[in-house]
């Protein structure tokens, strides 16, 4: 782990970045604000707040009282079934 001042951070930003996108630990030290670790986002990443994702598993729960699921079929393969949930979308 690469502990850095916040005045160290500013002045090697893109260098810090890249390490922390190698897999490098970095955690940033300010003074009055605390201690932060400086973590990638990936593609997979969800990026929403907690109201986005409680709205979001409200609606799935509506969906699904309502009948609106797709189910795997009878023999259909787990990897077929994923295909055609990600067809769907």
């Given at each position: 782990?690469?502990?850095?001042?916040?005045?160290?951070?500013?002045?090697?930003?893109?260098?810090?970045?890249?390490?922390?996108?190698?897999?490098?630990?970095?955690?940033?030290?300010?003074?009055?604000?605390?201690s932060f670790r400086l973590t990638?986002?990936?593609?997979?990443?969800?990026?929403?707040?907690?109201?986005?994702?409680?709205?979001?598993?409200?609606?799935?729960?509506?969906?699904?009282?309502e009948g609106k699921v797709l189910?795997?079929?009878?023999?259909?393969?787990?990897?077929?079934?994923?295909?055609?949930?990600?067809?769907?979308?």
């Open positions: 782990m690469i502990v850095v001042s916040s005045r160290e951070f500013r002045e090697n930003q893109g260098k810090y970045l890249d390490m922390a996108n190698d897999g490098q630990d970095i955690v940033l030290k300010s003074r009055g604000r605390g990638p986002i990936h593609k997979d990443d969800a990026l929403m707040s907690e109201e986005e994702f409680y709205t979001e598993i409200d609606h799935s729960i509506q969906q699904a009282k189910k795997q079929h009878d023999g259909e393969s787990v990897d077929d079934f994923v295909n055609r949930l990600l067809c769907t979308e």
